[in-house]
C-alpha cells in the first residue's frame, strides 16, 4: 500500500547511500495538496493529511502553476552531504532554519485551506531562503537572474528539491501566464537551455499498469 512505500523507498535510499528523505515519495504516491510529518523518534513513521480545498481552488491553482525546467543539471546528493554535514555539527543557525522550515510548512498549508494564493506565494519565497540557509550554494548565478527576472509577475517560487538547478517552479500572479514566462526568459541574458510547462495537481496519485508478457508480445509487433 501506499504507507508501505513511502517507507520502503526512504529504507532503500538510505541502503544506496544517496541520501534524502520521505518528500518525493508523499508528493508522488499521495493525491491532492497534502503536508506530511514525521516526529524526532526511531523507527521514523511518516504521517500525511491530505488537505481539504476551497471549491473550485485545485483549477485556480491550476491557471496560476508554473514549472521551468533552468537548464542546469544537478546530483541532489552533493547537496544533501553538505546540508548533513551541517546538521550534525548541531549549528545554531541550522538548527532554527529547521524549526523554521517546520513552522512555515505548516503555515502554508494553512494558506492551503484557505485558498490564499498571496500566502502560499510568500510561503514559497520563505522557504527559498531557508533552502539557500540550509543548502549554501543551491542557488546558480543564471538561476538567480532567471527568478530575479521573473519576480515581478509572480507571488512565490522555488526551485524542487534540494536545488543547485533541475526545475523552478512558479506561482504566477496572473492566471495563464506561459507564454509571459517564456518571453522574459529568452529576453534575459546568461540563461541555459529553459523550457516552461503548464502544471496540473495530481488528484488520483501514482498508479501502475501490469500486462502479460503476450499483451507486451501483441503490443510490439503492431
Same mark, same amino acid.
Given at each position: ?19 534524502? $528523505?520521505?518528500?518525493?515519495?508523499? $508528493? $508522488?504516491?499521495?493525491?491532492? *495538496? ?13 504521517? *500525511? ?29 552533493? !547537496? !544533501? ?33 484557505? $485558498? ?74 546568461? !540563461? ?31
Amino acid at each position: 500500500n501506499t504507507d508501505s512505500l513511502i517507507h520502503a523507498v526512504l529504507h532503500l535510499e538510505q541502503i544506496l547511500t544517496t541520501g534524502g $528523505g520521505w518528500q518525493d515519495q508523499v $508528493g $508522488g504516491l499521495v493525491p491532492g *495538496v497534502k503536508i506530511g510529518r514525521s516526529k524526532a523518534q526511531l523507527p521514523l513513521r511518516v504521517d *500525511v493529511e491530505q488537505l481539504s480545498l476551497p471549491e473550485g481552488f485545485v483549477k485556480t491553482l491550476n491557471e496560476h502553476l508554473l514549472l521551468v525546467y533552468t537548464g542546469k543539471t544537478r546530483l541532489a546528493r552533493n !547537496l !544533501l552531504q553538505d546540508v548533513l554535514r551541517n546538521w550534525y555539527a548541531r549549528l545554531p543557525a541550522v538548527v532554527q532554519n529547521a524549526d523554521s522550515l517546520v513552522a512555515n510548512a505548516e503555515e502554508c498549508a494553512k494558506a492551503f485551506s484557505k $485558498g490564499d494564493l498571496l500566502q502560499i506565494g510568500e510561503c514559497l519565497n520563505t522557504y527559498w531562503q531557508q533552502k539557500k540557509c540550509m543548502a549554501p550554494g543551491c542557488e546558480p548565478q543564471a538561476v538567480k537572474k532567471m527568478m530575479d527576472a521573473l519576480q515581478p509577475r509572480v507571488y512565490g517560487q522555488s526551485l524542487a528539491g534540494a536545488g543547485g538547478g533541475g526545475f523552478l517552479y512558479l506561482l504566477t500572479k496572473e492566471a495563464n501566464q506561459k507564454e509571459a514566462v517564456r518571453n522574459i526568459l529568452a529576453n534575459t541574458e546568461g !540563461l541555459g537551455d529553459f523550457s516552461v510547462h503548464d502544471v496540473d495537481v495530481d488528484l488520483s496519485g501514482i498508479s501502475v499498469a501490469f500486462s502479460s508478457s503476450e499483451d507486451a508480445t501483441d503490443a510490439g509487433s503492431r
